[in-house]
């Protein structure tokens, strides 16, 4: 069964502190993994897209590695701010399920302290 | 300005009536996405359509209806089929497989 998982489930950090979230999940065979954001009763807001064959992706400040061997992506956040305080969410589309559907983790949920 | 679109933002319903969610995207993206969100459980999938005319159902369908006459519009009936309609449901669009998906802002559904 496929799956995935991000741990901790919380974290708080003072501002300007780098960010690391995991992601952990069980089937190497991925079309693609997706980063996403989402503030309290909002929807997601996609944060970056890294495809299979891809190591790693940038955008600004944000940073996510991808490890299809071991089923890790990390989400690394330079100089955190308080305004980065949000639920974190990972999701995988696995090539064994069909219509490009997303399995999600359960969300790390973020606080940067000013 | 693109994007997607959810209405109403928040839903008031009786238990036993039937309640249908709106979902517009201005993308052109063929596929589209109902999930579900429940507090401890991260997002389901409901059901999806990968071109007009088309749905097939996610992991938890039941008590759900689609229809896809449109290439822009996806909405969901909420049945009264279904146990536990309190949530909040999110739509999202893609290109084509394996593109990104796209959210819209949600609808919270409250069923007393």
């Known amino acids: 069964k496929q799956e995935v998982t991000q741990i901790p489930a919380a974290l708080s950090v003072p501002e300007g502190e780098n960010l690391v979230l995991n992601c952990s999940f069980t089937?190497?065979?991925?079309?693609?993994l997706q980063w996403f954001r989402q503030d309290p009763g909002k929807g997601l807001t996609s944060l970056l897209l890294i495809q299979s064959s891809q190591r790693e992706q940038t955008s600004g400040r944000l940073n996510a590695s991808l490890d299809k061997s071991s089923g890790r992506s990390t989400l690394y956040i330079a100089a955190s701010q308080p305004g980065d305080s949000a639920t974190y969410l990972c999701?995988?589309?696995?090539?064994?399920?069909?219509?490009?559907?997303?399995?999600f983790g359960g969300g790390t949920r973020v606080l940067v302290k000013p | 300005d693109g994007g997607i679109t959810q209405s109403p933002k928040y839903l008031f319903r009786k238990e036993g009536q039937n309640v249908t969610l709106s979902c517009e995207q201005n993308l052109n993206h063929d596929a589209m996405y109902w999930y579900r969100q429940d507090p401890g459980q991260g997002l389901r999938l409901i059901y999806y359509s990968q071109i007009v005319n088309d749905f097939q159902k996610g992991d938890i369908a039941e008590g759900y209806s689609v229809s896809r006459e449109k290439k822009e519009s996806f909405p969901l009936t909420v049945t009264s089929a279904q146990k536990n309609p309190t949530a909040f449901y999110l739509c999202?669009?893609?290109?084509?497989?394996?593109?990104?998906?796209?959210f819209g802002p949600g609808t919270r559904l409250t069923v007393t």
């Open positions: 999202a669009s893609s290109a084509q497989q394996g593109n990104e998906q796209y």
């Open positions: 999701a995988v589309n696995f090539m064994k399920t069909a219509g490009n559907k997303l399995t």
């Open positions: 089937d190497s065979a991925i079309y693609n």
